[in-house]
């Protein structure tokens, strides 16, 4: 009988972070979200923060536009400008509440229930849906190491108020 040997693969350590790869790191995740959402706009005709959109008002119908841009993280005006574009292609509902006429709750129409079956996936986009993938403990971590990278370029970014970027339009 041979006997065969296995030979264990020794895993090289990392290399030391430097400010260069972390900002590497950075650059590809920011550029894998754009090219992803620019990638969902080609196949499905939305943008990635729209297909996000409904796929937040497909879990929970109802939503009123505050409550969308909280999920989303956007500001509100962000936010219904976003349902105007999706109410105007036909792909969300805008209902006002019988008991309040301001209210406006959100609905995904037939043809909007149709888009996000047909949908490229994750329809919440690659970044937001590997954030959510994380485990409790690794997202604390990581909120609290780029909550002290923000603090360190706070007093360099004043005249731009820390904005996030566009893409998540």
Known sequence: MEMVETQQKVKKPAPPATPL???QRFRVLIRTA???SQW???QS??????LWALQELSEVPGLRVGELANRMA????????????LETGGLIRKERSSVDQRVVRLYLTDEGVAMLGR???PARGVLPEALRLLDPGALNRLQGELDGV???IRDL?????????????
């Open 34 to 36: 754009q090219r992803h």
């Open 150 to 152: 923000l603090l360190q």
């Open 21 to 23: 790869s972390v900002l």
């Open 157 to 169: 970014d004043e005249g731009f108020g820390m904005q996030p970027l566009p893409f998540t339009e």
């Open 40 to 42: 969902i706009e080609r």
């Open 74 to 85: 956007l500001h509100q005006s962000t936010a219904s400008n976003m349902v105007d574009r």
């Open 119 to 121: 949908a490229p996936s």
């Open 45 to 50: 005709g939305v943008t990635g923060a729209q």
